[in-house]
């Protein structure tokens, strides 16, 4: 099934606030490697922009798989 960008960002965010984690927390994180800033996680987790970088995504996705495994 396809899913969109933002629902896809949205989706592993909000799996990665559930487990206590803010933008602030993620964007310091060594598998972000500094390539998103806090300010854009916010946006994104709130709707208000699209993620443009697949691998963004992506790397948001692996993050939450790796982190949120209870």
């Known amino acids: ?36 800033s806090w300010r ?4 994104w987790i709130n709707g208000e922009r699209t993620p443009k970088r697949r691998s963004d995504v992506v790397a948001l996705e692996r993050l939450a798989e790796k982190l949120c495994t209870r």
Do not use: F, W
């Open 40 to 43: 854009t996680l916010y946006r």
């Open 1 to 36: 099934e396809y899913y969109s960008r933002k629902d896809r960002v949205q989706k592993a965010l909000k799996r990665l606030s559930n487990h206590g984690y803010s933008p602030q927390d993620l964007c310091a994180m060594p598998d972000l490697e500094d390539r998103i």
